[in-house]
């Protein structure tokens, strides 16, 4: 995709100037790797940013069993490696509630995401543990403890990842690009097991 940067960040959109000549996938447990072919069709050289984004991450939906998510994400273009940068931005609906957890020290995405952020959310004072619950960035959630009822939060933003890098495509040659990353693989089979006496026992046997 090309992308325009923004106020808000990146904005995905298209261009008539380069075309997508040909796109070739490989798919593996291990690795994903997509070769494209692009052609300027300009006469002169075209410099634009280009953006991969990744997908959503809802961190409301708890991930199923040992699934993974994709990672070691790496760009070669002609052969040669590209510095990329990365834009993680937290939403919730149109809603970039990015700077409203960077101000409060909140991870927005990373590994173990989901833990990292309820550690920083209980450290903060209870009013912008509050704050956070009215905007519904995160879920407050009682339990008992050896010292009485305590609050957890769990986060509840979605996570929009997007690599990008600017490139110059130039006139009257093709471009080979090259993506690869390690795929979200994983998962597991929930399956209901209950004793003959069970109040549960007929919907098991389903």
């Not at 273009?77 to 020290?105: F, I, W, Y």
């Not at 769990?154 to 130039?170: A, L």
Request: charged share 30%.
């Amino acid at each position: 995709r090309i992308v325009l940067i923004a106020v808000g960040g990146l904005v995905l959109t298209q261009t008539d100037e380069i075309d997508m000549v040909s796109e070739d996938l490989y798919v593996s447990e291990e690795r994903i790797r997509v070769r494209y072919v692009f052609r300027n069709r300009r006469a002169a050289d075209v410099s634009v940013t280009v953006a991969f984004p990744m997908p959503d991450r809802d961190l409301a939906e708890p991930p199923e069993g040992d699934t993974s998510w994709p990672s070691d994400f790496a760009t070669r273009v002609d052969g040669a490696p590209v510095a990329m940068q990365v834009e993680r931005r937290a939403m919730l609906g149109d809603a970039d509630h990015s700077a409203t957890l960077a101000e409060l020290g909140i991870p927005i995405a990373g590994d173990n995401i989901v833990v990292a952020a309820e550690e920083a959310i209980d450290r903060l004072p209870r009013d912008q543990q509050e704050r956070l619950v009215a905007l519904g960035l995160v879920e407050a959630h009682e339990y008992e403890s050896g010292e009485g009822v305590r609050r957890a939060f769990s986060p509840r933003w979605t996570v929009k990842e997007t690599w990008h890098w600017r490139q110059v495509f130039p006139a009257g040659r093709d471009l080979v690009v090259e993506h690869e990353y390690t795929p979200a693989v994983g998962g597991s089979i929930a399956a209901l097991l209950a004793l003959a006496d069970s109040p549960s026992s007929d919907e098991a046997g389903e």
